[in-house]
Every structure is written in C-alpha cells, then in structure tokens.
C-alpha cells in the first residue's frame, strides 16, 4: 500500500528531474572583471600538455608583485599560472628579475630551463618581444609555453 506521501506526490518525469538536478548544481565559476578565457599549452619538454579554456585575469603571483599588462590586462604569465591552479599542469616556478622589472619562468612541471634552454612565451604563435607580465592577452587568445635552447 503506497504511503501518504507517494499518494500525494506527482509524477517527476526525466526532463523534469533532469531540470531539478541542473538547478541544484554548484553555479560555474564567474570570471572577475578584466578575466578573459584562453587556451594554454605547453612543450619542448618531456611533459607536454593542452588545456581547455582557462580563466585568467590581473593578479599578484610568486611573492606578492603584481602581474598585469599596462595595469589591467592578463598575461601569459597568468594565464600559465591559473592554467596550472585550474587543470593541475604540475607546478609553476619563476624568479623576479629586478632588472627587467619582470618574472622569468624556470620550471613549469619539473622541466627546468638552464643555461642552454629557457621558457619562451607565444600569443596566437607569435613569440612576445615584451616580459610575460607585460604583454597584454585577450578573450580567446592561444597562449603557448615553449622550452627552447
């Protein structure tokens, strides 16, 4: 004999549970103002790896400087980090160079640069002349991480 409740209660059908389960999920990560989405890839080492779009914006990296083209834009620098916090590529390290007033990558998943190779950064496969922190990205751009001699 069905209960009180199962008497009262109307019939859910798949499209309607299906809806109730969508609305009941964790609402998708925002994007801040001034974020964009980029894909991010990287090679020329033993790990190479592409990620899907990556949600990246201006923030502070390795030791609290500020990473941001003309102030406001995201980088390839962040883009690679929040690649990495987003899709687990490993880890990212890098050294401010006060000199150029800007950070140079020296690790990206284990694979080191040294005296004879070092990360180079790519925008849409066009090498950047500019430091990772001040070169401006955009929605949709492709940004590339290359170990190269």
């Given at each position: 004999?069905p209960?009180?409740?199962?008497r009262?209660?109307?019939?859910?059908t798949?499209?309607?549970?299906?809806?109730?389960?969508?609305l009941?999920?964790?609402?998708?990560a925002t994007?801040?103002?001034?974020?964009?989405?980029?894909?991010?890839?990287?090679?020329?080492?033993p790990?190479?790896a592409s990620?899907?779009?990556?949600?990246?914006?201006?923030?502070?990296?390795?030791?609290?400087?500020?990473?941001?083209a003309?102030g406001?834009?995201?980088t390839?620098l962040?883009?690679?980090?929040d690649?990495?916090?987003q899709?687990?590529?490993?880890?990212?390290q890098?050294?401010w160079d006060?000199?150029?007033?800007?950070?140079v990558?020296?690790?990206i998943?284990?694979?080191a640069?040294?005296?004879?190779?070092?990360?180079?950064?790519?925008?849409?496969?066009k090498?950047i002349t500019?430091g990772p922190?001040?070169?401006?990205?955009?929605?949709g751009?492709?940004?590339?991480?290359?170990?190269?001699?």
């Amino acid at each position: 004999m069905p209960s009180v409740l199962a008497r009262g209660a109307a019939p859910v059908t798949a499209a309607g549970l299906a809806l109730a389960l969508a609305l009941a999920a964790a609402p998708p990560a925002t994007a801040s103002a001034g974020d964009v989405r980029v894909r991010v890839g990287v090679t020329g080492g033993p790990y190479t790896a592409s990620v899907g779009l990556v949600i990246t914006g201006p923030r502070t990296l390795f030791g609290g400087f500020y990473c941001a083209a003309d102030g406001l834009s995201a980088t390839p620098l962040t883009a690679l980090v929040d690649a990495d916090e987003q899709y687990g590529l490993g880890g990212v390290q890098a050294r401010w160079d006060a000199a150029k007033q800007d950070f140079v990558v020296t690790s990206i998943h284990g694979d080191a640069a040294d005296s004879k190779k070092k990360w180079n950064a790519y925008v849409n496969e066009k090498k950047i002349t500019a430091g990772p922190c001040h070169t401006a990205i955009k929605g949709g751009d492709k940004i590339r991480w290359t170990l190269e001699a």
